[in-house]
């Protein structure tokens, strides 16, 4: 067992009873075990989930050939950890993306994307708004739209990376901008093989010819989509503008904060408008 201690971050933060609390519940349910190893990951989606998903269910004995890799959109909390679990874990990482990167991804492949996994998410926020058409839905006006009160929650794609930790501080903190220079850490500590998933998911926006010679930030679905028919995307940079840059960096001031002060970046840098 780990000498050091597990400091449950929830439980700092609000006195009942710990199987009451909400916010514990939730970032435990991310907190998924690797078996061989005793460590947990934080799993936040658009943070390289789909392939580190993959790896564990491989590395866990759930299946056993990736030609399955569909098994893991079913059992996303199928690996969470309990109190015991998460106390007592000899290793812990957890891999974060730059806030403005993520949230331009989660746009790409969850709003203009028509597949049947990533049209619920369309459909979910667009049923909150009927006045809202569905091509209309520009980057900006998904921005606008995630910001109204009680949207930003409503979706783990979109949901603030902070809300996923469960822990104060863990072993290992991973730039998913330069995950390659964390990947053999990640295999020797946690006894894992990670398996890369975005072949085979078709999720990424790197699987695409980047295009960054305009800026989309009002620019269609269905005009993105016809961009992507050609194997080309834009790139997630050119997805901001002013507009969405001032909203984001108030609605995901906490997450930009956390990418900060582990990784000593100014993320807002990465968006050059």
Request: aromatic share 12%; with cysteine; charged share 25%.
């Amino acid at each position: 067992m780990s000498d050091k201690i597990r400091e449950i971050r929830f439980s700092n933060l609000w006195g009942g009873p710990l199987n009451e609390n909400l916010d514990h519940i939730f970032a435990a349910q991310h907190a998924l075990n690797i078996y061989k190893s005793n460590s947990i990951y934080s799993f936040i989606p658009k943070c390289a989930c789909s392939t580190m998903r993959l790896s564990l269910a491989l590395s866990n004995g759930l299946i056993s050939d990736v030609k399955k890799y569909n098994w893991i959109h079913s059992n996303n909390i199928t690996f969470s950890a309990n109190l015991n679990e998460l106390i007592s874990a000899k290793f812990t990482f957890v891999i974060l993306r730059n806030p403005f990167l993520r949230l331009a991804s989660t746009y790409l492949d969850k709003i203009v994307n028509s597949t049947n996994d990533t049209a619920k998410v369309k459909e979910n926020l667009l049923n909150k708004y009927s006045h809202i058409k569905s091509d209309e839905l520009t980057f900006n006006e998904f921005v606008k739209l995630i910001s109204e009160k009680d949207v930003l929650n409503s979706d783990n794609h979109w949901r603030p990376q902070v809300d996923f930790l469960v822990y104060n501080n863990y072993d290992l903190y991973v730039q998913l901008e330069k995950f390659e220079n964390y990947k053999s850490s990640i295999e020797k500590n946690s006894n894992i093989k990670i398996t890369d998933a975005r072949r085979l998911t078709l999720h990424g926006n790197d699987i695409f010819q980047q295009v960054k010679d305009k800026n989309f930030a009002n620019v269609t679905p269905s005009e993105i989509l016809n961009l992507r028919a050609k194997n080309c995307t834009p790139s997630l940079i050119s997805m901001y503008d002013k507009v969405s840059i001032k909203i984001i960096l108030d609605l995901f001031k906490n997450d930009i904060i956390l990418y900060d002060k582990y990784f000593n970046e100014k993320c807002s840098e990465f968006i050059i408008v």
